[in-house]
């Protein structure tokens, strides 16, 4: 400070205006205490010696003179002129204090503002309260109590801190901050979730896509024959869709081949029992008839249906055909039946393949004989012979 500033004040006003809250007057009443002291002592009247007199002057032997020769009159210091020289001493100790008083005011008074500022005034300072893990709700509550105030920064997902609270803040809890000023938050907004798709139903590339826009990845868990889902799309996706994952998880997805195949023969003209033993063995399911058949044996596969070499579905239907050979007719007993009606029963029983044989031209017009014989099985269209008497 000015060389004019007495080195109490000086001290004083250093200390009061010191970086270190702990170099500086504990509080007001502290302050003006200490004020107190350095105005009175800048006030108290000097302590005040005897006057100094001029130690007498010695007398010594004059030569002497001519008589003509006049001496001088020794001056003396006359008591108005001591009188005046001690007043003016006195009004300038005087004005100094008075200047000293005035300096020490000024100084008092803008020191206390300033110690009020800086205490308990806006420009205080205050310890920034822990918000961590609070509430948006409780941290401005917290903020004010310490006579600060609380700004959102930003929002970011976080895994530990629940949606709304703070994960942190600057200044952080416990710095010394002015009395006043925000303390800015960063707030959770919860964890982080994506949700699974339904995949099921889509192409391999389909389902790709519609992960990577959920930020998620695919891998193919596993390819199974499905009848329902074409081969190269979803049948199903673990974890199942719907759900909620982190960022980048992998979900696992089970594609289709398609609709299984099993490959079967053809059995056209082999024995029905093997048929049916081989192609029930290969997975398919064999349905078989019997039919008659002039040209094939008995047991042999007349037909097949899908007809091999060929690929059908696992489990598919295969139709065969097996001969019972020729159609055979029992041969219905005619005798003692009139001719008509040997006749109607004949065509009745499949053949109309028939010769009337007549014995006697006059006798009374029934079947005495038949060939083949009743009961006989015979192919269909073989000639019967009726011999009529």
Do not use: C
């Amino acid at each position: 400070m000015s060389g004019n500033v007495p080195p109490a004040v000086d001290a004083l006003v250093r200390r009061a205006t010191a970086r270190d809250a702990d170099l500086r007057p504990r509080d007001a009443n502290v302050f003006l205490r200490e004020v107190q002291a350095v105005r009175e002592e800048q006030v108290a009247p000097p302590s005040t010696s005897p006057a100094q007199t001029a130690p007498p002057v010695a007398s010594t032997p004059t030569a002497p003179v001519s008589e003509n020769v006049m001496s001088a009159p020794i001056a003396k210091k006359s008591p108005s002129s001591t009188t005046t020289k001690n007043s003016s001493v006195k009004k300038r100790k005087k004005s100094r204090a008075r200047r000293n008083r005035t300096i020490l005011a000024l100084v008092a008074i803008g020191l206390g503002g300033w110690l009020w500022y800086i205490t308990v005034g806006p420009g205080s300072s205050v310890t920034a309260p822990s918000l961590l893990g609070l509430s948006i709700e409780e941290a401005t509550q917290e903020a004010n109590g310490a006579g600060l105030n609380v700004d959102i920064k930003s929002r970011t997902f976080d895994e530990q801190i629940p949606l709304d609270h703070v994960i942190s803040s600057s200044p952080a809890g416990g710095e010394q901050v002015d009395s006043g000023s925000t303390i800015s938050i960063v707030v959770s907004k919860g964890a982080e979730r994506f949700v699974i798709p339904t995949l099921s139903g889509l192409s391999l590339a389909q389902a790709t896509n519609s992960l990577s826009d959920q930020n998620l990845k695919i891998a193919t868990l596993a390819e199974e024959y499905d009848e329902n889902v074409p081969l190269g799309y979803i049948i199903s996706s673990t974890p199942a869709a719907g759900t909620k994952v982190k960022r980048d998880i992998t979900v696992k997805v089970v594609v289709s081949k398609g609709v299984e195949q099993m490959s079967i023969l053809s059995y056209v003209g082999k024995g029905g029992d093997q048929a049916l033993s081989e192609l029930t063995d290969a997975g398919a399911k064999v349905v078989s008839k019997n039919i008659f058949s002039d040209t094939i044996a008995p047991g042999i596969v007349v037909t097949q249906n899908p007809n091999g070499p060929a690929n059908i579905k696992m489990g598919g239907k295969v139709t065969i055909s097996i001969s019972k050979g020729p159609a055979l007719l029992r041969v219905p007993n005619v005798v003692k039946m009139s001719t008509a009606l040997a006749k109607k029963s004949l065509e009745d029983a499949g053949f109309n393949n028939y010769k009337v044989n007549i014995l006697k031209a006059k006798g009374p017009g029934n079947v005495v004989g038949q060939s083949p014989k009743a009961g006989t099985m015979v192919k269909p269209g073989t000639l019967i012979v009726i011999d009529i008497y």
